[in-house]
């Protein structure tokens, strides 16, 4: 079956800009994150959903970015006023949730704000 | 604030010998401890996952260790080949009762085996 697929796989946008970035998680599994990895740094959370809502959003820098799920399956990640140092790769994982921990990881998207 | 470490950014061995990486982490133990592994342009794939009342867990030339005393999970490739050359991520989950699954990520090890 399909993984985790992520479009686009490279955005560039202008400072001051509004992006959205989208994430198809695996069939069925319920529960979705996105990160957030910089050059030679581990992946860093930025937000939780299990099914429709946010379980945890704690990991998003600001109140610019925002993530929605209105379905339990396809989410976009939605980043206003884009400045410099949000410049990076945004990856999102998906799991079965209920007990299972082991995430499966999209390509990722590559943001590079100019 | 909670650290994790990976010992080395580069770890550089030769074909057919064992790798073994470092993830130290300070303050609270997590509930369980995975590691992944990362090409470049790749999102981290999912090798392993140890539980904090567990002490070792293998998969084929792959074991992973927990020491919730020394604060510290070794990762060890046997047998290591070429295609191993990756970066390798630890993840701490520390929400116990939960299943959240949110991860703390490593700054991940970069190993490069040499034939």
């Known amino acids: 079956g399909a993984g985790v697929s992520q479009t686009p796989s490279n955005k560039v946008t202008e400072k001051g800009k509004y992006v959205e970035l989208r994430c198809d998680p695996i069939s069925g599994h319920t529960a979705l994150y996105w990160y957030r990895q910089s050059l030679g740094q581990g992946p860093e959370f930025l937000i939780y959903f299990q099914g429709t809502g946010a379980a945890d959003d704690s990991g998003l820098p600001n109140d610019r970015f925002f993530a929605v799920r209105p379905e339990g399956s396809v989410s976009t990640l939605k980043i206003q006023r884009t400045e410099r140092g949000d410049s990076a790769v945004y990856l999102c994982?998906?799991?079965?949730?209920?007990?299972?921990?082991?995430?499966?990881f999209g390509p990722g998207t590559r943001l590079t704000v100019t | 604030s909670q650290k994790i470490e990976q010992n080395s950014e580069a770890l550089n061995i030769q074909e057919g010998k064992t790798a073994t990486l470092t993830c130290n982490y300070t303050?609270?133990?997590?509930?369980?401890l995975q590691w992944y592994r990362q090409d470049p342009g790749r999102g981290p794939v999912f090798l392993l996952l140890?539980?904090?009342?567990?002490k070792e867990k293998r998969k084929e030339r792959l074991k992973v260790t927990f020491d919730t005393t020394l604060k510290q999970s070794l990762f060890h490739i046997t047998a290591s080949q070429p295609a191993d050359s990756a970066t390798y991520l630890c993840a701490l989950d520390f929400d116990r009762g939960s299943t959240l699954g949110r991860l703390y990520f490593g700054r991940g090890t970069q190993l490069t085996v040499w034939p």
């Open positions: 994982a998906s799991s079965l949730g209920q007990g299972n921990y082991e995430q499966y």
């Open positions: 303050n609270y133990s997590p509930a369980y």
């Open positions: 140890i539980r904090e009342n567990e």
